[in-house]
C-alpha cells in the first residue's frame, strides 16, 4: 500500500494565510499613502518594508516542518 502524505500540514497553510494576510496589509499601507503617486513614507517604505516581510514569511510557511 502506497504512503500518501501531503506536502503541507494544517499549520502550514494557517501560515501560509498569515503570509497572504501581512502582504495585502502591506499593499493597503501603500494606498493609505496621502502623498501625491504614493511618494510618502508610508508608500516609498513602511508598505514595500511590511509586503517583503510578507514574503519572507511565506518563504518560512513553506518550508516549516514539525519535529515530531
Known amino acids: 500500500m502506497k ?3 501531503l ?3 494544517k499549520k502550514n497553510y494557517q501560515l501560509m494565510l498569515t ?3 501581512i502582504i495585502v496589509l ?8 496621502q ?3 504614493g511618494f510618502g513614507f508610508m508608500g516609498l517604505t ?3 518594508i511590511v509586503v517583503l516581510f510578507g514574503f519572507l514569511f511565506q518563504f518560512y510557511a513553506i518550508f516549516y516542518k514539525k519535529n515530531n
Open 35 to 37: 502623498q501625491p503617486h
Open 3 to 5: 504512503n500518501n502524505h
Open 26 to 33: 502591506g499593499f493597503v499601507i501603500m494606498g493609505l499613502d
Open 7 to 9: 506536502p503541507f500540514t
Open 19 to 21: 503570509g497572504i494576510a
Open 46 to 48: 513602511l508598505g514595500p
